[in-house]
C-alpha cells in the first residue's frame, strides 16, 4: 500500500501563484511515476503533469509553461509550481503514484481544492 497526503491548495486570484506538495508514504518501489490530475466539476479527471523517478516531465498543453512539476525521490515528495493561474485551471487537484513495476498499480490522494477567482 502507498499514501499520499496532498497539501497546499487555496483561493487565488487569476495570475496568482500556488505550489502544491504531495508526500508518499508505505510500500514504495524506486521505478515510479508521480503525477498531479485535476477535475472540474461536471468534467472528466485529467492528467495535469507527471515525473518519471528519473526525472522526466510531461505536462498538458493548456498548462505548457505556467505549470511545473519536480519531485524530491529522498522525500517521495513531488511538487506542482503552479504560475499564472487562471480561473480554468479551478479544479480538485489529485495526487497519483503510479507503481512501474510489475504489477503496476496506481494510488491516489484524497484531492486537494484549487480555486481561481477572476
Known amino acids: 500500500q502507498v499514501q499520499l497526503v496532498e497539501s497546499g491548495g487555496g483561493l487565488v486570484q487569476a495570475g496568482g501563484s500556488l505550489r502544491l506538495s504531495c508526500v508518499a508514504s508505505?510500500?514504495?518501489?524506486?521505478?515510479?511515476?508521480m503525477g498531479w490530475y485535476r477535475q472540474a466539476p461536471g468534467k472528466q479527471r485529467e492528467l495535469v503533469a507527471a515525473?518519471?523517478?528519473?526525472?522526466?516531465?510531461s505536462y498538458a498543453d493548456s498548462v505548457k509553461g505556467r505549470f511545473t512539476i519536480s519531485r524530491d525521490n529522498a522525500k517521495n515528495t513531488v511538487y506542482l509550481q503552479m504560475n499564472t493561474l487562471k480561473p480554468e485551471d479551478t479544479a480538485v487537484y489529485y495526487c497519483?503514484?503510479?507503481?512501474?513495476?510489475?504489477?503496476?498499480?496506481?494510488?491516489w490522494g484524497q484531492g486537494t481544492q484549487v480555486t481561481v477567482s477572476s
Open positions: 497519483n503514484y503510479r507503481r512501474t513495476v510489475y504489477p503496476p498499480m496506481d494510488y
Open positions: 515525473i518519471t523517478s528519473g526525472g522526466s516531465t
Open positions: 508505505g510500500n514504495i518501489f524506486s521505478l515510479n511515476v
